[in-house]
T-cell receptor, first 113, second 112 residues
Framework: EAQVTQNPRYLITVTGKKLTVTCSQNMNHEYMSWYRQDPGLGLRQIYY???????DKGDVPEGYKVSRKEKRNFPLILESPSPNQTSLYFCASSLSSSPYEQYFGPGTRLTVT | AQTVTQSQPEMSVQEAETVTLSCTYD???????LFWYKQPPSRQMILVIRQEAYKQQNATENRFSVNFQKAAKSFSLKISDSQLGDAAMYFCARDGGNQFYFGTGTSLTVIP
């Protein structure tokens, strides 16, 4: 089954404790992206990747890191999480960038206390 | 700034009726794509419909259609014969370079 998986689905952590949210797709997609969703703000793009070893900043990259060492994986790293990073995070992938449909993962609910 | 504006935070519609969700956007590009995504309570994001800016004809997908007004930078979504399963948050989005820009969403309630 074609899908985007994210782990963990829920995470509660404390300020400053490094964490990684994994994202994996099995569709051989070139384009992958991370978004955060906050009430009243919609989805905002954090980072995106056009292909292996090619990543670029979206609109809200501060406090986040990504890497794309393999085509299928695109982890999101928070090296020192802060409470303002409490959010719902989505990973997405598509064949390439627009106009292709983005396939979204199920989301990761992150709470930083 | 690349912005997408959805001015209706909440909308409601009677089952079997028609509802229109509004979206406006900002861009300096001449060719681009526009999208409507649906997010039901399960949180899964699902593509509803997409429109290429240089195509004059409005896109349709079954009960879903758009009213694309390029000069006005407007991209509204019309849902006909609304069903209970249409209840969801709807996000308008557009591309820009290799990025995507989403609106703040419209929460649609379907009244039985």
């Amino acid at each position: 089954e074609a899908q985007v998986t994210q782990n963990p689905r829920y995470l509660i952590t404390v300020t400053g404790k490094k964490l990684t949210v994994t994202c994996s797709q099995n569709m051989n997609h070139e384009y992958m992206s991370w978004y955060r969703q906050d009430p009243g703000l919609g989805l905002r793009q954090i980072y995106y990747s056009m292909n292996v070893e090619v990543t670029d900043k979206g609109d809200v990259p501060e406090g986040y890191k990504v890497s794309r060492k393999e085509k299928r994986n695109f982890p999101l790293i928070l090296e020192s999480p802060s409470p303002n990073q409490t959010s719902l995070y989505f990973c997405a992938s598509s064949l390439s960038s627009s106009p292709y449909e983005q396939y979204f993962g199920p989301g990761t609910r992150l709470t930083v206390t | 700034a690349q912005t997408v504006t959805q001015s209706q935070p909440e909308m409601s519609v009677q089952e079997a009726e028609t509802v229109t969700l509004s979206c406006t956007y900002d861009t300096s590009e001449s060719d681009y794509y526009l999208f409507w995504y649906k997010q039901p309570p399960s949180r899964q994001m699902i593509l509803v419909i997409r429109q290429e800016a240089y195509k004059q004809q409005n896109a349709t997908e079954n009960r879903f259609s758009v009213n694309f007004q390029k000069a006005a930078k407007s991209f509204s979504l019309k849902i006909s014969d609304s069903q209970l399963g249409d209840a969801a948050m709807y996000f308008c989005a557009r591309d820009g370079g290799n990025q995507f820009y989403f609106g703040t969403g419209t929460s649609l309630t379907v009244i039985p």
